[in-house]
């Protein structure tokens, strides 16, 4: 049996089978999408200045429509554009950090806010008590290895570190202004 086969035990009769060659392909819905949402795939992984020509081929557009776009994004603050010859843009991180913590503060009521926070405070400590570590960067992923297997030591230390980041949104979220990249502190009930 092919993984992509379908048991005749999962239909009861009434209904028929999906006809999976109807399925878009992976590249089909990668590059079928509006041009703008396309590019703000393209300029959310942008982690260097990267020229408008490189964008536009990694967006599958006109180099004019992204030049366009890009002009638009930068007026938005969403990436910033590095002057020169030839012209290049990256992501403005700060602006993703501010549109997260302004979709906590949508999400979630400033006692809600506390209580997350509060929890992922808790959790955080007990990585820093099982790791005997303040930081999971002090921890060697070798040394940790050795008290369980190498999948559990990445996992543990990935989630730490994905908390510390929550942390740092959520307690921005409750001060109501954006994170300083310090790690959180004292909590205000």
Known sequence: MDVTDIPEEAYDGAESRPDLTELASPETLLTDGPIRERLLDVITGLRTPTKVSGIADLADCGTETARDYLAWFDEMGMVHRHDGRPVRYERNNAYFQWRRIDRLRDKY????????????????????????????NEISLVEASREMTTEDAWEALSEWKTLERRATLLDAARRDH??????????DA
């Open 109 to 136: 009521a400033e006692q809600e806010l506390v209580d997350e926070l509060t929890d992922t405070l808790d959790k955080i400590e007990a990585y820093r008590t099982q790791f005997d570590a303040d930081d999971p």
């Open 178 to 187: 954006p994170a300083s990249g310090s790690p959180p502190g004292h909590i």
